[in-house]
């Protein structure tokens, strides 16, 4: 069996799709006589398992069908909020004075635990004057603004809609 040679091959990996079409292609090459012994550990398996299906009581039923019902509604959501971040993903970060503080000064605060970073930081602001404080109500402003031009954007695009939808969606199914 000879794999094509693709990035991520190259390190072990090779994609479920791609390992079933590889399976298949071997599998209709197989003469009849080597694929018995699979054709006969997959009918005693089947048999196996419908047997065990019929053994079980209704409450056992109910339980692995709710348990279906569970998985399948997990997947849709991830799904959902794949969705939602495929379509958020340029969207920029808006922050109040404080925040863009923090993370200006926490970056200079090595060696600290978060707590330690807040504490400090939360400090240091209270001492700070208005004047200080300034290219940090300047920055929070561009960044609002930079928001508000991804807002215009997404909406023009109709954007906004689906993201919407999305949201709803997903608030009802968590």
């Known amino acids: 069996?000879?794999?094509?040679?693709?990035?991520?091959?190259?390190?072990?990996?090779?994609?479920?799709?791609?390992?079933?079409?590889?399976?298949?292609?071997?599998?209709?090459?197989?003469?009849?006589?080597?694929?018995r012994p699979y054709e006969q550990l997959y009918k005693q398996k089947?048999?196996?398992?419908?047997?065990?299906?019929?053994?079980?009581?209704?409450?056992?039923k109910d339980d692995l069908e709710q348990d279906k019902k569970q998985a399948k509604g997990a997947r849709k959501l991830r799904k959902l909020k794949k969705e939602l971040s495929a379509l958020t993903a340029d969207k920029p970060k808006s922050m109040?004075?404080?925040?863009?503080?923090?993370?200006?000064?926490?970056?200079?605060?090595?060696?600290?635990?978060?707590?330690?970073?807040?504490?400090?930081?939360?400090?240091?602001?209270?001492?700070?004057?208005?004047?200080?404080?300034?290219?940090?109500?300047?920055?929070?402003?561009?960044?609002?603004?930079?928001l508000q031009r991804w807002e215009d954007k997404v909406a023009k695009e109709g954007r906004d809609v689906q993201i919407s939808a999305l949201k709803t969606q997903i608030a009802q199914m968590e």
């Open 96 to 146: 109040n004075p404080y925040k863009c503080f923090m993370v200006q000064e926490s970056k200079k605060q090595t060696g600290k635990s978060i707590g330690e970073k807040s504490k400090s930081c939360a400090a240091k602001w209270k001492t700070m004057t208005d004047a200080k404080k300034e290219p940090y109500h300047q920055k929070s402003k561009e960044m609002s603004a930079e």
């Open 46 to 60: 089947s048999d196996e398992y419908f047997t065990a299906i019929v053994k079980l009581t209704d409450e056992q």
């Open 1 to 35: 069996m000879k794999l094509e040679k693709r990035k991520h091959q190259s390190i072990g990996f090779i994609k479920a799709k791609d390992l079933i079409k590889l399976a298949s292609k071997e599998w209709k090459v197989l003469p009849e006589i080597q694929k």
